[in-house]
């Protein structure tokens, strides 16, 4: 059963080895191979099909969480992405090409340097700071620095950030500080405001800065912190943010949040992915530096090549799934790293178990408790809801076998402490010692036409044994985000998870997010594209948000004879609605002609028919053509008893049935 269930399918790594960043091409290598069988497929001619419906006879139950999401730090999904955090490298970490992302400025004849220094820092955390030693400036000639944001600082009229930073002079004369939102292309001032300093140790300082109606959106914009006379002045977490969702402070991006919300998910799985490991040992997410007070969080070193902030730490996740209403699918840590280390089972990993239960209950003890008090002083004194804790990630990659016994160790202490959580592993444990995984984990990155000969993979699974969350899936063509061809092939998939959802309980398309500048992407396709300022979404995400959006909570008896083989349906009954979700995928180049035959509707019954449709497999949307590839509703007469209708060709339809 397990062995049946467990299959991951890399397109993107060589075998044996561990995650690698993608490389572009052999992505488009690959894209080509994949369109080049589905084209070659896509010429057989589908014949007149008959699609047989009875929704008066639930077969099966369609699980109410099937579609989740599934984040990490990939691709600047968070720092430079999601969190609305504007400033890039906001504590200054300096690197061979100096303190990136900051500038010196000299305004007029200013005297000035800026150098790191380790000697002093706002917090244990925060042990460096940038000092600024300015040697001569005045009015119209200030020193200070800049910074360029995550690409870009994105601004937009009538709106007001809120700036703040910690800073130390020894003399406060030195001050106030100047800080302005400037445009980089004509050096004109946006938005103004000064900060007076106080003499002596470290303060926090904050500020508002607010443009005006002229302000054109756009993202080529800088913000400058300078003074005007001489003097030292250290600075440390400089931060700059703009209004957020739902206004959550130290929140996210309100357009990306949307976005979100437009999948209709019902959980969260967090905070990885890789992201959970890192590439060291040393580098796991450690929660705990990720939660409190923004100058307690040292940062880490993220496994996808940059430096993550953790400015989105634990509790933003939290509060991430509560502004969606959804709640997360928290993994823990379980001692394996991505370059092939594992901490071993036993004595070693103590620490890593006490964690793990330390972490479930700052996200559901009541304050009474040692960590529920701890989230209630991080300003969240409600618990948040779970039901699924994740036991690792991926970890069918450490060849030592050590998982089960990783595994088993942490299982055993979290259904000691937490009895009433569901347990999942990344892969099947074979001497489960007693702690069973209640759900197992599979991922499936294919190329689409891939992706459409593997939908039968659950029909024959057997039920008996640990349920099954499909926690990272999609079809892997498209670059940087899914083109039609793929969406083509996750909307087979859907069928088929849909189909098999009293197996499949849960399901979450990965990566979900991608910066779209220049070496802000390490994987691709991605489900949503953005920059600094806007976003768009990909064929993919319509089709999934159609399936999500359009759910029932069990699956009819059906059966389908004479169609091509590129098609694809799934009908699922809502018992409270009584609608009947019918989702009819034709992947092929030719249309296919359907005789519906539906036991239940009485009477002639108007239906509504979205249809997402591509011109070719390669078809997409972007930045420059966000809406090429977008759902169109239409409706239909759907008579009782025989109804024929044709999915046009290269075409995904949902159809709502009522069967009064
Ligand atoms: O989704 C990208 C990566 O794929 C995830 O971090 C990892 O779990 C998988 O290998």
Redesign the pocket.
Known sequence: MQAFNHEIA?TS?PAGMR?QFVSLSLLAALSLSAFARLEAQAHSQPAAAKLSIDSSKIVSPVSPMLYGM?T?E?NHAFDGGLYAELLQNRTFRPSWMGVEHWDLVRNGSAQASMHVDDATGPSAALTRSVRLTVDSASPGSEAGISNSGFWGIPLRAHTTYKGSFYAKTDAAAIGPVTARLIADKTGAVLAEAHIDLKPGSWSRYEYTLTTTGAVVSSTTNHLQLSVAHAGSLWLQLASLMPPTYHNTPNGNRTDLMERMAGLHPTFLRLP????LEGDRLEDWYNWKSTIGPLVDRPGHQA?WSYYSSDGLGLLEFLEWCEDLKIEPVLAVYAGYSLKGDHISPGKDLEPFVNSAVDEVEYVTGDTSTRWGAERAKDGHPAPFPLHYIEIG??DNFDKSGSYDARFGQIAKALRKAYPQYKLIATEPVKEPQGAEPDVLDD?Y?KPPAEMMDFVHHYDNAPRTGPKIFVG?WASMSGVPTPNFGSALGDAAWMTSMERNSDLIIMASY??LLVNLNPGAMQ?SPDLIGYDALSNYVSPSYHAQALFAGHLGDGTPESSITGAGDRFFYSATFDSKTRILHLKLVNASTSDQPLTIDLQGPAKTHTASVVSLHGSTYEATNSMADPDRIAPKTTTEAVPPGSWHHTVPSLTIQVIDIAIK
């Open positions: 890399r790594s995650y599934m990490e990939i990885g992915g890789n992201y496994p990630n991926e991922h990155y990272e990965a990566p994987w």
